[in-house]
């Protein structure tokens, strides 16, 4: 299977994208005249091709925060037949040059931290970092994916030209401590058993997290309400204290995601 990635510019290209949101989520698409606009304005989309068929597509737009700009990448989405093969991780690698040839040196974006295959992609595979936690982001969802949580997100931080990201620098993450462990209810079903979150001065922490975070939502929405509602407050805590969520580790059960401080890693001043 050869897949090519290209930035997309028409308006047959916009409609391409239509039709693969739709196949994705099952949702009203953005209009062509809002994307047109965006990449005429600073936005781009990236779109990954099997052949003459658009199978994945990353779409972002020009921000601007306290002064500083970058470029808002508001949605990444995989035909699911062609999921888990890397398409995901090379179109951002391709929207990371053309963001540095439009002039960016940041990029952001938000995702569902219990989707941890999200998180491995952002953070371990990019080097993306958050340090920034966003309660019930976009209200209510009514999505297969999102209805019946807040719908609370990390915000990524991408230092495009940093030494961070450029040479894929490990942060020191060496025999992190555990801020937290997994116990099992009477219902055999996981539940997150906080055991620190005061004196925050360790070098690195980790924290666990369900592995398949939808497919325990399907058996019991109860317990992934406790889970938003238990990593919310562990995440804001450590970032409060100036941490950063920089990596997911895979294990057998769960994964873990870790954090360090974020002055120790080499993020250019961006």
């Not at 179109?91 to 053309?98: I, N, V």
């Not at 906080?194 to 925050?200: F, G, K, S, V, W």
């Amino acid at each position: 299977m050869m897949i090519s990635i290209k930035e997309l510019k028409t308006i047959e290209e916009m409609e391409q994208v239509q039709q693969l949101e739709q196949r994705v989520w099952g949702i009203q698409p953005i209009p062509t005249h809002q994307t047109l606009t965006a990449i005429k304005n600073g936005g781009m989309i990236v779109g990954a091709y099997d052949d003459e068929r658009l199978i994945g597509f990353s779409y972002g737009f020009a921000g601007i925060k306290e002064g500083k700009s970058y470029l808002c990448s508001h949605m990444l989405g995989i035909d699911e037949t062609y999921r888990s093969q890397q398409i995901g991780e090379r179109l951002k690698f391709a929207q990371r040059e053309m963001a540095i040839a439009k002039g960016y040196d940041l990029m952001i974006w938000t995702y569902d931290p219990l989707e941890t295959r999200n998180g491995y992609l952002n953070l371990t595979k990019l080097n993306g970092i958050c340090d920034t936690y966003i309660e019930n982001c976009y209200g209510e969802m009514q999505d297969g994916f999102n209805k019946g949580l807040p719908s609370d997100r990390f915000e990524v931080h991408w230092h495009l030209t940093s030494d961070y990201v450029t040479h894929q620098q490990e942060p020191q993450i060496e025999q992190p401590q555990a801020l937290g462990d997994i116990v099992m209810d009477e219902h055999g079903l996981p539940k997150l058993h906080i055991t620190t979150l005061e004196h925050i001065t360790a070098p690195a922490y980790s924290l666990p997290v369900p592995k398949d975070f939808q497919t325990l939502k399907a058996t019991s929405q109860e317990h992934a309400m406790h889970w938003r509602l238990a990593t919310r407050n562990v995440f804001e805590t450590m970032f409060a204290n100036n941490y950063a969520a920089v990596r997911i580790q895979k294990n057998e059960q769960w994964n873990d995601y870790i954090f360090v401080k974020k002055e120790t890693l080499a993020l250019g001043g961006n």
